[in-house]
């Protein structure tokens, strides 16, 4: 005999709950089917009721469900088998029963009663693109042992001591933790000689227990030759990253003539401390790149003007007349006006011994807080950047300051009072990492002011090119934890 079970639910509707933190919902919609509404766990919650309605353009759908337990730390409702299109619509009503609550035992009664105060709040979802399914999201510990917490994040909270990102590349690169770029770093303001490219011919790829980072030389991928870098077209739209996907070589500009790699974290955060296990690239006028910058550019796009940090930089050449710009000298610096970056080129962890930076794996630190930034190399800080009266543009000379009126706006640390991403990469030559009066034993091929920098560069390729031993910047371990 069939069973009937009557549900009586009452909620008594608390407008006071409205602006709570459980109230920020995420609907996700899959190809080839399925689709997802969670929202971040919450001890308040006893249980939902979940209303959905699709519309969609061959079927509609309804569905009236409660929801009782968590699952990974979010209270979610999916439906798996439900295909959805482009152009459908997903309403929503979800009841959040918090307390005083009566639940009957549903095993002891086919009748079900319940009975709660609550919060409802309703929306519309369109869909406008079917993505792959993804597990949950890390959830943070929101039970912190000590009130003081500095770090931020952009949806939700964490603790000191939570860590962010940990990434030992033991596998192949994970999508939901990384993006390979794909473009021209026409708008980069040290102009680097190279294009960023996501290609199968290994400028980004996981080998030996390492993120490998390579540059290459264009013309040595198949298709490609000198005439090209001269007459050609380069094209990066499909799968593009960047501001700038495609560039006609013309006159003495010439297509990039180095193919590199970079990729960027999906972390985005606020404050905290990172950590890089890393060797750094050795050849003549390569760098690495190991970066934060901005998720927004909430002082401006030109010039660095919304800041960036570079954690660590060695360059590749062991034998320069200028031994401060050599592959023994460490730099790292906050940048706040690319036009004045020189202002911070004096502090320099310079090695004693006969070996460069990229002989050996070192971890490179940083811990970025509110009243100052150290970098440290190897667990030993050796260098701390602190805002002065005027906050970090107080380093700056006066020439410089008033482009940057913008951040009398701000904190002390500004620009540093938003989210950051890490980003590591390669880059080659450029008009800013090599003065024009350092000379290897071939003197330096271009001038930064010129605007043929990268044909001159690309002129002189059998002076520079056998001295690519590793043009590689080796990633052993990434780990960014909150303070």
């Known amino acids: 005999m069939a069973v009937t079970r009557i549900v009586l639910f009452i909620l008594l509707i608390l407008p006071a709950l409205a602006q709570d933190s459980f109230t920020q919902i995420t609907v996700q919609a899959f190809k080839p089917k399925g689709f997802r509404i969670y929202l971040p766990g919450d001890a308040k919650i006893k249980f939902l009721r979940i209303h ?8 509609k759908y309804r569905f009236d469900e409660f929801v009782f337990h968590e699952t990974e730390g979010y209270w979610v409702f999916e439906k798996p088998d439900i295909k959805l299109r482009v152009d459908d619509e997903l309403q929503y009503d979800i009841f959040f029963c918090t307390n005083n609550s009566i639940i009957s035992d549903p095993s002891e009664d086919n009748n079900m009663q319940l009975f709660c105060n609550g919060h409802a709040k309703g929306g519309t979802y369109n869909v406008t693109n079917l993505d792959k399914r993804t597990e949950l999201p890390p959830v943070y510990n929101r039970e912190c042992l000590s009130k003081f917490r500095l770090t931020q994040v952009p949806n939700g909270e964490v603790c000191a001591g939570d860590v962010l990102l940990e990434e030992h590349f033991d596998d192949l690169l994970n999508p939901e933790l990384w993006e390979v770029e794909h473009y021209i770093p026409m708008d980069h303001p040290e102009h680097p000689f190279v294009s960023y490219q996501n290609i199968d011919s290994g400028t980004v790829h ?23 870098l001269y007459k050609g077209s380069l094209d990066l739209y499909s799968g593009c990253t960047g501001r700038v996907c495609g560039m006609h070589a013309m006159g003495p500009m010439i297509l990039p003539p180095i193919v590199s790699g970079r990729v960027r ?21 390569i760098y690495p790149e190991m970066l934060l910058e901005p998720l927004v550019n909430k002082y401006g796009s030109m010039f660095y003007s919304s800041g960036a940090l570079k954690i660590a930089m060695a360059r590749g050449n062991r034998n320069l007349n200028d031994t401060t710009y050599n592959s023994k000298v460490l730099q790292g610096r906050p940048i706040l006006n690319s036009k004045c970056k020189r ?8 090695r004693t011994d006969n070996s460069s930076w990229g002989d050996d794996f070192h971890v490179y630190s940083l ?24 906050g970090l543009r107080s380093w700056l000379p006066k020439a410089c300051r008033q482009d940057w009126y913008t951040l009398l706006n701000g904190p002390k640390i500004a620009p540093f009072d938003q989210h950051f991403y890490l980003s590591l990469g390669v880059a080659v030559g450029g008009t800013f990492e090599f003065p024009d009066n350092v000379v290897a034993s071939y003197g330096k091929p271009w001038k930064n ?29 990434v780990k960014i934890v909150a303070i």
């Open 265 to 285: 974290s999906r972390v985005p955060f606020k404050y905290g401390t990172i950590h890089i296990r890393a060797k750094m690239p050795i050849g003549d006028w």
């Open 367 to 390: 811990t970025w807080q509110p009243g100052q930034i150290q970098l440290s190399i190897d667990g030993r800080p050796w260098v701390t950047y602190t805002p002065g009266s005027s």
């Open 52 to 59: 959905v309605q699709l519309n969609s353009t061959i079927q």
């Open 206 to 228: 996981v080998s030996g227990g390492a993120l490998n980072i390579q540059a290459m030389v264009q013309t040595e991928l198949q298709g490609y030759n000198q005439e090209f």
């Open 343 to 350: 202002v911070f080129d004096y502090h320099k962890n310079q």
């Open 449 to 477: 002011s010129d605007s043929g920098a990268a044909r001159d560069f690309w002129k002189a390729r059998l002076d520079w090119l056998p001295t690519w031993t590793q043009p590689v910047l080796a990633v052993d371990y």
